[in-house]
Protein backbone atom coordinates (compact mmCIF):
# COMPACT_ATOMS: atom_id res chain seq x y z
CA UNK A 1 0.00 0.00 0.00
CA UNK A 2 1.29 3.33 -1.27
CA UNK A 3 2.72 5.62 1.58
CA UNK A 4 1.31 9.53 1.40
CA UNK A 5 3.41 12.33 1.04
CA UNK A 6 3.40 13.71 4.66
CA UNK A 7 2.39 17.74 4.32
CA UNK A 8 3.92 20.34 6.29
CA UNK A 9 2.57 23.66 7.75
CA UNK A 10 4.95 26.40 8.06
CA UNK A 11 3.60 29.36 9.14
CA UNK A 12 6.27 32.32 9.88
CA UNK A 13 6.35 36.07 9.16
CA UNK A 14 9.16 35.55 6.73
CA UNK A 15 8.11 33.32 3.86
CA UNK A 16 12.19 33.32 3.60
CA UNK A 17 12.32 31.24 6.52
CA UNK A 18 9.51 28.72 5.06
CA UNK A 19 11.62 28.88 1.77
CA UNK A 20 15.15 27.85 3.85
CA UNK A 21 13.42 25.23 6.14
CA UNK A 22 11.74 23.45 2.91
CA UNK A 23 14.76 23.52 1.13
CA UNK A 24 17.03 21.86 4.14
CA UNK A 25 14.44 19.46 4.57
CA UNK A 26 14.59 17.98 0.79
CA UNK A 27 18.66 18.23 0.62
CA UNK A 28 18.02 16.19 3.93
CA UNK A 29 16.20 13.80 1.67
CA UNK A 30 12.51 14.47 2.93
CA UNK A 31 10.21 14.28 0.15
CA UNK A 32 7.10 16.23 2.27
CA UNK A 33 4.25 18.37 0.44
CA UNK A 34 5.51 21.75 2.19
CA UNK A 35 2.57 24.60 2.37
CA UNK A 36 3.50 27.85 4.00
CA UNK A 37 2.03 30.95 4.93
CA UNK A 38 2.63 33.87 7.30
CA UNK A 39 0.20 34.70 9.44
CA UNK A 40 -1.60 32.16 12.55
CA UNK A 41 -5.00 33.01 10.82
CA UNK A 42 -4.08 31.92 7.63
CA UNK A 43 -2.55 28.56 9.32
CA UNK A 44 -5.56 27.73 11.28
CA UNK A 45 -7.98 28.45 8.27
CA UNK A 46 -5.86 26.06 6.16
CA UNK A 47 -5.55 23.60 8.85
CA UNK A 48 -9.43 23.92 9.19
CA UNK A 49 -10.08 23.15 5.02
CA UNK A 50 -6.80 20.14 4.86
CA UNK A 51 -5.16 17.70 7.09
CA UNK A 52 -0.85 18.41 7.69
CA UNK A 53 1.10 15.85 9.26
CA UNK A 54 3.14 18.54 11.34
CA UNK A 55 3.11 22.05 11.59
CA UNK A 56 6.14 24.30 12.11
CA UNK A 57 5.57 27.69 13.60
CA UNK A 58 7.53 30.94 14.57
CA UNK A 59 6.91 32.25 17.78
CA UNK A 60 6.17 36.13 17.57
CA UNK A 61 3.84 37.30 14.65
CA UNK A 62 3.87 41.24 15.35
CA UNK A 63 1.16 41.43 18.31
CA UNK A 64 0.55 38.02 18.69
CA UNK A 65 1.96 34.51 19.45
CA UNK A 66 2.47 31.78 17.66
CA UNK A 67 1.35 30.12 21.13
CA UNK A 68 -2.15 30.91 20.72
CA UNK A 69 -1.60 29.22 17.03
CA UNK A 70 -1.04 26.35 19.04
CA UNK A 71 -3.64 26.09 21.44
CA UNK A 72 -5.91 26.70 18.69
CA UNK A 73 -4.55 23.56 17.26
CA UNK A 74 -4.35 21.72 20.55
CA UNK A 75 -8.00 22.11 20.70
CA UNK A 76 -8.87 20.76 17.51
CA UNK A 77 -5.64 17.64 17.33
CA UNK A 78 -4.27 16.38 20.06
CA UNK A 79 -1.59 14.54 18.10
CA UNK A 80 -0.35 16.17 14.77
CA UNK A 81 3.68 17.54 15.87
CA UNK A 82 3.76 20.69 16.08
CA UNK A 83 7.81 22.25 16.16
CA UNK A 84 7.89 25.55 16.89
CA UNK A 85 11.33 27.15 14.97
CA UNK A 86 12.04 30.63 16.55
CA UNK A 87 14.60 33.33 17.08
CA UNK A 88 12.48 33.73 20.29
CA UNK A 89 15.48 32.24 22.71
CA UNK A 90 14.45 32.91 25.72
CA UNK A 91 13.70 30.22 28.03
CA UNK A 92 9.74 31.27 28.78
CA UNK A 93 8.66 31.82 25.24
CA UNK A 94 10.22 27.66 25.21
CA UNK A 95 8.15 27.27 28.14
CA UNK A 96 4.70 29.14 26.79
CA UNK A 97 4.93 27.03 23.94
CA UNK A 98 5.55 23.52 25.53
CA UNK A 99 2.77 24.18 27.92
CA UNK A 100 0.58 25.07 25.27
CA UNK A 101 0.91 21.80 23.28
CA UNK A 102 4.61 21.87 21.22
CA UNK A 103 6.14 19.01 21.05
CA UNK A 104 9.54 20.88 19.85
CA UNK A 105 11.00 24.42 20.16
CA UNK A 106 14.17 24.86 18.68
CA UNK A 107 16.08 28.07 17.80
CA UNK A 108 16.80 29.82 15.04
CA UNK A 109 19.50 29.49 13.52
CA UNK A 110 21.40 27.66 16.04
CA UNK A 111 19.13 24.58 15.96
CA UNK A 112 18.72 24.35 12.22
CA UNK A 113 20.32 21.30 11.89
CA UNK A 114 18.10 19.91 14.88
CA UNK A 115 15.57 21.27 12.69
CA UNK A 116 15.80 18.27 9.88
CA UNK A 117 16.61 15.40 12.75
CA UNK A 118 13.35 16.35 14.39
CA UNK A 119 11.01 16.58 11.74
CA UNK A 120 12.32 13.21 10.63
CA UNK A 121 11.82 11.26 13.62
CA UNK A 122 8.32 13.28 14.56
CA UNK A 123 7.13 12.29 10.95
CA UNK A 124 8.63 9.19 11.02
CA UNK A 125 7.34 7.50 13.79
CA UNK A 126 3.44 8.46 12.67
CA UNK A 127 4.26 7.38 9.52
CA UNK A 128 6.02 4.03 9.89
CA UNK A 129 4.43 2.57 12.98
CA UNK A 130 0.86 2.82 12.37
CA UNK A 131 -2.29 4.52 12.45
CA UNK A 132 -0.85 8.47 13.12
CA UNK A 133 -4.19 9.55 14.65
CA UNK A 134 -3.85 6.76 17.62
CA UNK A 135 -0.68 7.91 18.37
CA UNK A 136 0.53 10.39 21.27
CA UNK A 137 3.81 11.56 19.80
CA UNK A 138 5.92 12.78 22.82
CA UNK A 139 6.99 16.22 23.80
CA UNK A 140 10.55 16.97 23.16
CA UNK A 141 12.58 19.94 24.33
CA UNK A 142 16.03 20.67 22.72
CA UNK A 143 18.30 23.66 24.68
CA UNK A 144 17.22 25.69 27.82
CA UNK A 145 16.53 22.95 30.05
CA UNK A 146 13.21 24.01 30.54
CA UNK A 147 11.36 20.75 30.82
CA UNK A 148 7.50 20.08 29.16
Do not use: W
Not at 19 to 32: A, C, D, P, R
Not at 123 to 132: F, I, K, V
Amino acid sequence: MPTRTPRILCVDDDIDHCEMMQTMLQFSGGNYEFTSVSTPDEGLRLASAKRFDLYLLDYRFGRTTGVEMCRALRRRDAVTPIIFFSGEAHPQARQEAMEAGANAYLVKPDDLKKLTETVKGLLGSRHHNGDAAARVVPRQDHGSGVSA
